[in-house]
Each structure stands twice: as C-alpha cells, then as structure tokens.
C-alpha cells in the first residue's frame, strides 16, 4: 500500500497559517520538520482538506492518534473560515465574491453528510468534499430586505444546484 502524501501546497499553506509552529503545543517547527495532522482524524471521517490539516509536531501527532479532540467542531469551522477567506478552498464557479463575505459573517456549524462535512451559518450553507466546495446556498433575503446584485433570482439557489 502506497503512503498517503499530502500536496506541497497545503503543507505550504498550513505551515503559513499555524506560523511555522505546532498546532497543539506551540513548539517551532521547520518546513519539513513538522507533520501535517488530520484534526477530525480519517480513520473518524475526515477529510484531506486544508480546513482539517493541521501543523503539528511528531510527538503531538503521536499522542494525539485517531482520538477525537472535544473541541473538533470549532476548530475546523474556524480553519473553514480562514480557508475561505485566504482563498485556499477551490470554489464553485462565481462563488469567490459571494461566499466570503457570508462566512465572515461567521460559521455557525459543522455536520457530516455523505461525501465530506456541510459548514452552515446564518447567511449560507456550503458542502464540501474531501478538497473544495461543491455547492453552496444562500437563504433568500427576508421581507424588506433587498436581494445582493449577485444573488440569483431565485433566491438561495445557483444554476448548477440540483433539487433535494
């Protein structure tokens, strides 16, 4: 069985994001020192996207294991977050200038759906796979309230959205 080996650009994006130092302990890490951790680990249904890697040291992750930390569901929607918003998150096509200015109104959650983790907050909801975005809505504006010029007429849905 071959090794999984991550894509530099997401050891290169994580080791930016956590500063160069271990995630869990804080401890300075060189580039190819540290090992990147799966937060909500695979073995739980993780996924290999930047906003559950984390840098870590190779003790930490030792320690660490296939355990699930209690606070999962708030780190990972915080690393969504900042993926979104450092633009390391493929996207939907035209959803760039949409979805980061919903999420910076903040993630209110994370759930588990057949193909990867749904982050929902008060002004979206988007799917992801293992590695991008693959569908996004936004709730339709209430009364009163006027409709964003890139918001489709129909309310919350795009043209490629399928019917649930």
Known sequence: MRPYVFDKTKRRYCYLREGGRCFYCGKPLSFGGGTLDHHLPRARGGPSAVYNLVLCCRACNREKGDAVPPDWEGTVCALFSRAVGDGALPLPPGEGRR????????????????????FFGPAFTAWCDGHRVTKVRYPPPRRGEKRP??????????????DN
């Open 99 to 118: 979805l980061s200015p919903a999420v910076a109104q903040g993630v209110a959650g994370v759930r588990p759906w057949s193909e990867g983790l749904c």
């Open 149 to 162: 010029p890139d918001t489709p007429a129909g309310g919350g849905r795009t043209e490629w959205e399928e």
